[in-house]
C-alpha cells in the first residue's frame, strides 16, 4: 500500500516548502496547499507507524515534548484562542497529527465546523488560505523556531531551515 506521508517525506521539493522543523522523529510542517486555514500544521512520524501504538520508548518520550512545543507555535504566530490536536489516521496509516488554530470569533474553526470548511476548501467551494500568506507563515515560523532556539529544541530538534 502506498502512503501519501511517505511520498511527501520523499519529495524533497515539496517538503521543503512546507517543513518547519523535523528531529530524528517527527517533523513539523504546514498543512500542504491549497490549506483551509493559516497556520494549520501537521505533525508527522518520520518513520511509517499508524499511531501511538506503534511507538519506540523514544518516540513516546518526545510526544509530548513537540506536541506541546508545536502547538505553542500554532498559538503564538497565529493568534488562536486555542489549537485543535486531531488524527484520525484513515486519509494515510501514517501518524500526522493536524494542529488546527481556533479562533473563537470564526465559527468555520468551531469543533467539528472545521472538517465541513476543510471539505468545503477541498471541493473548491470555499477559498483556501492565501498562499503567499502561507508561504510567509512558515518563513515567520521557521523563524520563530530557530529564535527559540534551546528552548524548543531541548536537545531534540534539528533546524532544516535555518535562518540568515
Same mark, same amino acid.
Given at each position: 500500500?502506498?502512503?501519501?506521508?511517505?511520498?511527501?517525506?520523499?519529495?524533497?521539493?515539496?517538503l521543503? #516548502? @512546507?517543513?518547519?522543523?523535523?528531529?530524528? =522523529?517527527? !517533523?513539523?510542517? $504546514?498543512?500542504s496547499?491549497?490549506? *483551509?486555514?493559516?497556520?494549520?500544521?501537521?505533525l508527522d512520524?518520520?518513520?511509517?507507524l499508524?499511531?501511538p501504538?506503534?511507538f519506540?520508548?523514544?518516540?513516546a518520550?518526545?510526544?509530548?515534548?513537540?506536541?506541546?512545543?508545536?502547538?505553542?507555535?500554532?498559538?503564538?504566530?497565529?493568534?488562536c484562542?486555542r489549537?485543535? #490536536? @486531531?488524527?484520525f489516521?484513515e486519509?494515510? =496509516?501514517? !501518524?500526522?497529527? $493536524?494542529?488546527?488554530?481556533?479562533? *473563537?470569533k470564526?465559527?468555520?474553526?468551531?469543533?467539528?465546523?472545521?472538517?465541513?470548511?476543510?471539505r468545503?476548501?477541498?471541493?473548491?467551494?470555499?477559498?483556501?488560505?492565501?498562499?503567499?500568506?502561507?508561504?510567509?507563515?512558515?518563513?515567520?515560523?521557521?523563524?520563530?523556531?530557530?529564535?527559540?532556539?534551546?528552548?524548543?529544541?531541548?536537545?531534540?530538534?534539528?533546524?532544516? =531551515?535555518?535562518q540568515?
Open positions: 500500500m502506498s502512503c501519501g506521508i511517505c511520498a511527501l517525506h520523499g519529495d524533497a521539493a515539496q521543503d #516548502a @512546507i517543513e518547519i522543523w523535523r528531529s530524528q =522523529h517527527w !517533523l513539523l510542517r $504546514h498543512h496547499l491549497p490549506s *483551509a486555514l493559516l497556520g494549520w500544521c501537521c512520524a518520520r518513520r511509517h499508524s499511531g501504538i506503534e519506540s520508548t523514544d518516540e518520550q518526545e510526544w509530548g515534548f513537540v506536541v506541546q512545543r508545536a502547538s505553542q507555535l500554532v498559538r503564538d504566530l497565529t493568534g484562542d489549537v485543535y #490536536a @486531531i488524527a489516521g486519509g494515510a =496509516h501514517h !501518524l500526522h497529527l $493536524h494542529l488546527i488554530p481556533r479562533h *473563537a470564526d465559527q468555520q474553526t468551531a469543533a467539528w465546523a472545521v472538517a465541513d470548511h476543510y468545503a476548501v477541498a471541493a473548491g467551494h470555499r477559498l483556501a488560505a492565501d498562499p503567499t500568506a502561507v508561504l510567509s507563515w512558515i518563513r515567520q515560523a521557521r523563524a520563530e523556531a530557530t529564535k527559540k532556539g534551546a528552548i524548543l529544541n531541548h536537545g531534540l530538534i534539528a533546524q532544516r =531551515h535555518p540568515p
